[in-house]
């Protein structure tokens, strides 16, 4: 797959939408990671005193019935994304109970999903052992997926809207949960055509491939972007792909994003699999001078640090 | 102080505008106090399709070059507030070290402050003992007070702005920290002044009465709004003053908020501190009843449940 250039101010303010999006739905990581690519891009020329970045205003929908849901249970969303901000999940969900919009869909069902997380693991923390909490299950799957499976499972293939890919990325986390990898794998890729700039699906159709084979299957259902180039080069690396084609793209991408921390780790990766520790070895070294609060990828940097003593 | 009857859909706005102002800048319990008293209003008449609640726009400073700088640093604060959401407080203050809008240097400072406090509970841990740790410090707040200090402590007496008022609020954080009441009560004065709807900013105030003297001292140097009401009613309850005017204060002001389980809170913890237990059950119990997953003063609500028995 060829890296996509594209145009590099419509990127900018994708990443920053994507950042408040991602943000808006208290999908934390996502956010953070389209938050360092947005920076790690050439800083666009300064506007015009006053004028706004496009992306200024809240990314409120383009379909006009979800935005006027939106406006309308905008007080109502407020609050609950004021108690997730506070760790009160429950509460979270239960004030968007009644609402329509699909962001308050997708907040009163993916804070559910956390709290039952939070349960899970804190009834998992009650027996001893490291295998002993592996039959505790999230009790509000079953929920969750009975209100998103009409919303978002098409049979007749139609393309999601953009407000629905969140949805669907909650489907497929559900999915994977119950460990059904192929139905997953539907639900997220249709969640990345659908809006591919939240990362945190990708992360996740990333978690259900194991082979090239599968990789290559997955391709074949994507749409060439910016965001698919990169699921390419990050999948290639955790497979050990350390050719020289995927030097080369990770090069490309290097031109639009030139001081990514993440495509920089990814190089270092590289050569980590390839047991090139030195070249990895200042690749980590050089990013942690930058961003010396960096954890990301710490863990490797440590192996890599052992190795080489 | 008479309760100040404000504009109604001016109010609805303000407070809307509040949760946003507080969660930009990472306040979360701020902005969790706001978008309660927000929705415990009654709903403003539907707006014609389409149009926009006002504080739907994120609430870009009023001020021109404040807005200009806010502007230009977008992205750095995107990135910046992802990262307090991920709860890297570090990283978040490291980000923002040389920006220059006053909601940048907010945040900057806010995360130092927060990051140095979860190293102090971190630290303090370590020693065994309920006193053991109380001699352990916030090792930021020096840091935080020299930067703070030439920007908000007005010789002159100037008014503050509303961007100011949420440093003056952290000035007055840092020097409750240094046991300096004083100057605490100040600076939490001044930023009231200049922005009221911080609750938590408040709250400090409250922190520092302790007699009617000192809320009467303190009552003469502020105005008299809503918020102002708010602050009199929740410190009269809090020194245990079960009078008749601050009843119908409260009256008055669940007439606006008619539905607040903040204010309905106000009135059970005054019949608690009357002794009438009954009455105090028979709200709490209705407050649950409305919002089975609410915490707050639930350790009121068992104490009375306790004392019944």
Same mark, same amino acid.
């Given at each position: ?94 004030? #968007?109970? !009644?609402?329509?919009?699909?962001? *308050?869909?997708?907040?009163? /069902?993916? =804070?559910?999903? +956390? $709290? ?58 559900? #999915?994977? !949960?119950?460990?059904?990898?192929? *139905?997953?794998?539907?639900? /997220?890729? =249709?969640?990345? +055509? $659908? ?58 991408? #290097? ?55």
């Amino acid at each position: 797959m060829a890296t996509e250039l594209p145009d590099i101010p419509k990127l900018h303010e994708a990443l920053q939408l994507a950042t408040l999006k991602c943000s808006e739905r208290c999908v934390y990581q996502g956010a953070k990671w389209a938050a360092e690519l947005l920076t790690s891009m050439a800083p666009l020329p300064a506007t015009p005193t006053g004028e706004l970045p496009p992306a200024y205003l809240h990314p409120l929908s383009t379909n006009k019935t979800e935005a006027a849901l939106e406006a309308q249970e905008f007080s109502q969303y407020l609050l609950a994304k004021s108690y997730f901000d506070v760790k009160e999940y429950d509460r979270c969900s239960h004030v #968007l109970e !009644k609402c329509l919009s699909r962001k *308050a869909v997708f907040l009163h /069902l993916y =804070s559910k999903y +956390i $709290a039952g997380e939070k349960r899970k693991d804190e009834a998992s923390e009650m027996v001893l052992g490291p295998l002993d909490g592996a039959g505790t299950q999230n009790k509000e799957i079953s929920y969750i997926m009975s209100v998103l499976q009409p919303k978002v499972d098409r049979k007749d293939g139609e393309k999601l809207s953009e407000d629905e890919s969140f949805l669907a990325w909650l489907y497929g986390i559900c #999915l994977l !949960k119950q460990k059904n990898e192929t *139905a997953a794998r539907d639900a /997220l890729i =249709s969640s990345v +055509i $659908a809006y591919p700039y939240n990362w945190s699906a990708w992360q996740d159709l990333a978690s259900t491939v194991d082979s090239l084979q599968d990789l290559n299957n997955i391709l074949q259902r994507l749409p060439n972007n910016i965001m698919s180039n990169l699921f390419v080069l990050s999948t290639n690396q955790e497979l050990y792909q350390t050719t020289e084609p995927i030097h080369s793209q990770l090069t490309d991408l #290097l031109v639009i994003f030139p001081t990514s921390s993440w495509l920089k780790t990814q190089r270092a990766l590289l050569y980590y699999h390839a047991r090139d520790f030195e070249e990895a070895d200042q690749i980590f070294d050089s990013l942690l001078a930058v961003d010396p609060y960096r954890l990301d990828y710490l863990d490797h940097y440590s192996n890599i640090l052992y190795v080489m003593e």
